[in-house]
């Protein structure tokens, strides 16, 4: 058969397919597998995460729930397996996190402004653009206290909303929550939460949250993820549709109630697995 100069170049099939999640899919996992001394806690591992939705990882203790997010936010190293943002890798993604001890989150050498302020300086933005930025987030936070202190002259829940703040502030394509209001007491705990689903209603940021509390974790959340024990897979995956903004109202309506008890029905199951 004769070769033609200029016949079409076709690239390398790829080494092997790699399965897309189904439509409004935001984040991939695919095979992922992680061991710890030698145990394993996730083996040939397959979720997806939809696009603008709050979902909350629910399961026994050390089911690997802290682990799940640590991983897709490239704190934990993964020893196989893919994790895919609308198809890209997490360098190419703009995330954001927010950890249980905020004490130890937020830089005590800065004050609390400039710790709100530093990923967006660490983006080279302009100070217009970091002071416009700023003003959106203390309105939106509703800041009644001075950002002018250093974070160790605030109150837990004080640092806890910077910390937010400081994540939310490039405009993250994922938010990770890591139990963020496990160490606020009851009034902080709710005043968060409603910022919280006041941004997310006003952003539409997906976001991960690992929570502890139930009635927390369904509370805010469009899916509720629940785990197995390990080597963890998902137990099930429950939408839960109520309408936002939910109030305190919302704990005592059907739809809330049901999506709890199934929950409660799903873990107590693999507790006892
Ligand atoms: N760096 C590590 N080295 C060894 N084992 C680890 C490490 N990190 C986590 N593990 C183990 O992996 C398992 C999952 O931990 P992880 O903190 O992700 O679970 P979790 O579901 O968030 O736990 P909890 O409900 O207690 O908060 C636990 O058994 C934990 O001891």
């Known amino acids: 058969m004769t070769a033609h100069a200029n016949a079409p170049v076709f690239a390398e099939a790829p080494a092997r397919s790699f399965r ?42 050390g089911c690997g729930k802290s682990t799940l997010i640590n991983m897709i936010a490239g704190l934990v190293p993964i020893d196989s397996g893919e994790i895919l943002f609308d198809g890209k890798s997490l360098k190419e993604t703009k995330i954001g996190y927010v950890f249980q001890n905020y004490r130890e989150a937020l830089f005590p050498w800065m004050r609390t402004i400039d710790n709100i302020a530093y990923p967006l300086k660490l983006e080279g933005r302009s100070k217009a653009e970091v002071d416009r930025r700023l003003a959106e987030l203390v309105e939106s936070f509703d800041v009644k206290f001075d950002l002018d202190r250093y974070p160790y002259e605030l109150s837990g829940g004080q640092q806890q909303t910077a910390s937010i703040m400081r994540a939310l502030a490039p405009g993250p394509e994922v938010l990770f929550l890591d139990e963020p209001f496990s160490a606020l007491d009851y009034e902080m705990t709710l005043f968060i939460r409603e910022k919280l689903q006041e941004v997310f209603m006003q952003t539409g940021t997906t976001m991960m949250l690992v929570s502890h509390d139930l009635e927390e974790a369904v509370y805010l959340a469009d899916q509720v993820l629940l785990l197995t024990r390990r080597p963890t897979q998902v137990a099930e995956i429950i939408d839960y549709g109520d309408a936002r903004p939910r109030t305190v109202d919302t704990l005592s309506e059907p739809g809330f109630v049901s999506v709890k008890k199934r929950s409660l029905d799903i873990f107590q199951r693999e507790v006892r697995r």
């Open 20 to 61: 897309p999640g189904p439509a409004g899919t935001h984040i991939t996992i695919r095979g992922l597998t992680k061991y710890f001394a030698g145990w394993p806690l996730y083996e040939n591992f397959d979720l997806d995460i939809p696009k603008g939705k709050i979902v909350s990882v629910f399961g026994p203790n």
